[in-house]
């Protein structure tokens, strides 16, 4: 089974700054597997990025996506005020589907 | 509009069982492959089950192995869960997940439609 432990488990920033946040594997994921999925209070998660980099539907471009083997990255250029949330990476190549432990991004 | 609406969720004692369905619209069903997520309140999500497109491929978390049971009607565009011999830690909001489109060759993919969720408590 493949761990993936996401880091820091909360970032405190500014409308304005740069986010970016960290998604370790325990063993090397194929970077067409890696996902990254934001949640609001209350709401579902949605769909940020897939294949590690390529945006979702509708997904402003301030949201990108990095990174190979066992390292992968979610940056957010300029955070808005609807931007903070939980993110939540995930890989999906091969059962069990494992998402890690969320990040929470909140006003500083 | 695509949509994936849950149901079927409530207050269970511990050893009770549970179906939860999980209406799909807006898209062909048959067409692709469907996952169960949970996640207990306050915590982080947790990746439950799946099931391929025409449902002979089926997967579950260790978690809930040997308990749960996945499947899905194509016909009826749902998507079921079977639960039993339920526990307290099974106390979640469960949510249905669109995965992979199936139309010709099968390639993972991204949950990319997320229902809204369905809350199990189980409680004495």
């Known amino acids: 089974e493949i761990v993936l432990t996401q880091s820091p488990g909360t970032l405190s920033l500014s409308p304005g700054e740069r986010a970016t946040l960290s998604c370790k594997a325990s063993?090397?994921?194929?970077?067409?597997?890696l996902a990254w999925y934001q949640q609001k209070p209350g709401q579902a998660p949605r769909l940020l990025i897939s294949d590690s980099s390529s945006r979702a539907t509708g997904i402003p471009d301030r949201f990108s996506g990095s990174g190979s083997g066992t390292d992968f990255t979610l940056t957010i250029s300029r955070l808005e005020p609807e931007d903070f949330a939980v993110y939540y990476c995930?890989?999906?190549?091969?059962?069990?589907?494992?998402f890690g432990g969320g990040t929470k991004v909140e006003i500083k | 509009e695509v949509h994936l609406v849950e149901s079927g969720g409530g207050l269970v004692q511990p050893g009770g069982s549970l179906r939860l369905s999980c209406a799909a619209s807006g898209f062909t069903f048959s067409n692709y492959e469907m996952n169960w997520v949970r996640q207990a309140p306050g915590k982080g999500l947790e990746w439950v089950s799946y099931i391929s497109s025409r449902g002979t491929a089926i997967y579950y978390a260790d978690s809930v192995k040997g308990r749960f049971t996945i499947s899905r009607d194509n016909a009826k565009n749902s998507l079921y869960l079977q639960l039993n011999s339920l526990r307290a830690e099974d106390t979640a909001t469960y949510y249905c997940?669109?995965?992979?489109?199936?139309?010709?060759?099968?390639?993972?993919?991204?949950?990319?439609?997320w229902g809204q969720g369905t809350m199990v408590t189980v409680s004495s």
């Open positions: 997940a669109r995965g992979a489109y199936c139309g010709g060759d099968c390639y993972s993919d991204a949950f990319d439609i």
């Open positions: 063993q090397s994921v194929s970077s067409t597997y």
């Open positions: 995930q890989h999906y190549g091969s059962s069990p589907f494992t």
